[in-house]
């Protein structure tokens, strides 16, 4: 026992009550339930499948069945829940299978070598952990992972999969949320609480309503939409330092870019009246719009959910199916103005997330790791980009810039065909008639 006693003592700090690994006794005799299945973890890491039928009673019995055929295996892997979630779109399912891929990252310890970097990776949602890339050395399978050292990558896989698992609790706007926002009060989980998903589940399971707030909120995303997309759109010298002073301005003046300013307050506006599906999936909105802009309060803002996210936000209502595709549009341009840059650049392989989460997120796929691995320009490279733009299978670069072009273009003609402010139609114009001459040049 001397081992753990050092084990023990050796810790520089308290792991936060959150993070720690079944410290939640469950209740093995209460009757199937939500409140029985969650053990008040609103993270769901390690509930409790019990046998054949015990969920047939719920209202979600089809997803809850679902999930305990997996939850009951020896050694479930981690395609077992991506499939489980792929197949239970909308559904409790999708956080529960969250959870349990949270619960991996968790348990996965090591030296930080291969091994360890494939399995977190895994438990993040990527597949083909295993494959190298061909031609020049690959990355480390850890290296996507925001962070320079071990212990801060580890910890950001953490906080990664922990937001993941909220946003599963809003993957669909029929999700029994009651439980999970009860859950969320404890004093254990003040922290998960307070973060925009956390506190927006909070919100949605106390029904709240405030009239005006929705418009409110509206107006302010409409505002932040307006500013990214200029900023996003901005591709001359001219145009690029016209808007670097604006945003340095607001900065020096109100302590933020005019885009993360609005945000906030559309934000804040739309959690008041989270008891109304569209305000929700328009939160949901504002949040992810955080992350893409840089501003979000529970950082690191980066990983492979954000467009994915936006593409479920879009089924809570009208303004929000409007909302998600502006934002879907703003990250597939950064995503091909990071490429047309980052393909001939050295740090090739740590601009690969932001266009993978662009572009397999708007298709709702996974990322395979290889992707991420590559260091420099390559046929194979080149032909997954394309592919995952929906563009033909080519090795060329301007053929698959052109696919992602492509891309961007039919988004930016869903935006104009829809009744918007002519603040974010003009923009988007411009964004569509750029991209049309790049693909059009001799």
């Known amino acids: 026992m001397m081992w753990l006693f050092l084990l023990i003592f050796s810790c520089n700090k308290e792991v936060p009550p959150h993070l720690r690994v079944d410290y939640t006794p469950q209740d093995l005799h209460a009757p199937p339930s939500l409140k029985s299945l969650l053990a008040s973890d609103p993270l769901v890491r390690r509930p409790n499948s019990r046998g054949a039928g015990a969920w047939d009673s719920l209202e979600e019995s089809s997803a809850l069945n679902a999930w305990a055929s997996v939850a009951r295996l020896s050694r479930p892997e981690p395609s077992d829940w991506l499939a489980l979630e792929s197949q239970n779109r909308g559904?409790?399912?999708?956080?529960?299978?969250?959870?349990?891929?949270?619960?991996?990252?968790?348990?996965?310890?090591g030296d930080w070598g291969h091994p360890q970097q494939a399995r977190l990776s895994a438990y993040l949602?990527?597949?083909?952990?295993?494959?190298?890339?061909?031609?020049?050395?690959?990355?480390?399978?850890?290296?996507?992972?925001?962070?320079?050292?071990?212990?801060?990558?580890?910890?950001?896989?953490?906080?990664?999969?922990?937001?993941?698992?909220?946003?599963?609790?809003?993957?669909?706007?029929?999700?029994?949320?009651?439980?999970?926002?009860?859950?969320?009060?404890?004093?254990?989980?003040?922290?998960?609480?307070?973060?925009?998903?956390?506190?927006?589940?909070?919100?949605?399971?106390?029904?709240?309503?405030?009239?005006?707030?929705?418009?409110?909120?509206?107006?302010?995303?409409?505002?932040a939409s307006a500013h990214a997309l200029n900023w996003v759109g901005a591709d001359t010298n001219t145009e690029q330092t016209a808007m670097q002073s604006a945003r340095q301005l607001s900065r020096d003046t109100h302590g933020g870019t005019p885009t993360a300013m609005a945000l906030q307050l559309a934000y804040a506006a739309l959690k008041t009246n989270a008891g109304a599906?569209?305000?929700?999936?328009?939160?949901?909105?504002?949040?992810?719009?955080?992350?893409?802009?840089?501003?979000?309060?529970?950082?690191?803002?980066?990983?492979?959910?954000?467009?994915?996210?936006?593409?479920?936000?879009?089924?809570?209502?009208?303004?929000?199916?409007?909302?998600?595709?502006?934002?879907?549009?703003?990250?597939?341009?950064?995503?091909?103005?990071?490429?047309?840059?980052?393909?001939?650049?050295?740090?090739?392989?740590?601009?690969?997330?932001?266009?993978?989460?662009?572009?397999?997120?708007?298709?709702?796929?996974?990322?395979?790791?290889?992707?991420?691995?590559?260091?420099?320009?390559?046929?194979?490279?080149?032909?997954?980009?394309?592919?995952?733009?929906g563009g033909p299978d080519v090795n060329d670069k301007d053929a698959a810039l052109d696919a992602v072009r492509s891309r961007l273009i039919s988004l930016c003609d869903q935006a104009i065909s829809m009744a918007l402010p002519d603040t974010i139609i003009e923009p988007v114009q411009r964004i569509r008639l750029r991209a049309q001459r790049a693909i059009d040049k001799p």
């Open 91 to 109: 559904t409790i399912a999708v956080a529960l299978a969250r959870g349990a891929m949270l619960a991996g990252v968790e348990s996965s310890h």
């Open 277 to 389: 599906d569209d305000s929700t999936g328009l939160a949901m909105v504002a949040i992810i719009a955080q992350r893409l802009e840089g501003s979000c309060p529970d950082t690191p803002c980066e990983g492979l959910d954000r467009v994915a996210t936006l593409q479920r936000a879009k089924l809570w209502g009208a303004d929000a199916e409007i909302a998600a595709l502006i934002w879907t549009l703003i990250a597939t341009k950064q995503a091909l103005d990071t490429l047309e840059i980052a393909l001939v650049h050295p740090s090739l392989s740590k601009r690969l997330p932001q266009v993978a989460d662009a572009l397999n997120g708007f298709n709702l796929q996974p990322t395979n790791l290889a992707f991420l691995r590559n260091r420099v320009q390559s046929p194979a490279l080149l032909m997954s980009i394309s592919r995952m733009a």
């Open 125 to 223: 949602g990527l597949t083909a952990v295993g494959v190298r890339p061909i031609g020049v050395r690959p990355s480390a399978p850890g290296a996507w992972l925001p962070g320079l050292e071990p212990k801060t990558k580890v910890a950001n896989a953490r906080h990664m999969a922990t937001r993941m698992v909220l946003s599963g609790w809003l993957d669909g706007p029929k999700i029994d949320l009651s439980e999970v926002g009860q859950a969320l009060g404890g004093e254990a989980y003040t922290g998960l609480a307070d973060t925009p998903m956390g506190a927006l589940i909070v919100a949605r399971s106390n029904h709240e309503r405030t009239p005006g707030a929705h418009e409110e909120g509206k107006a302010h995303l409409w505002r």
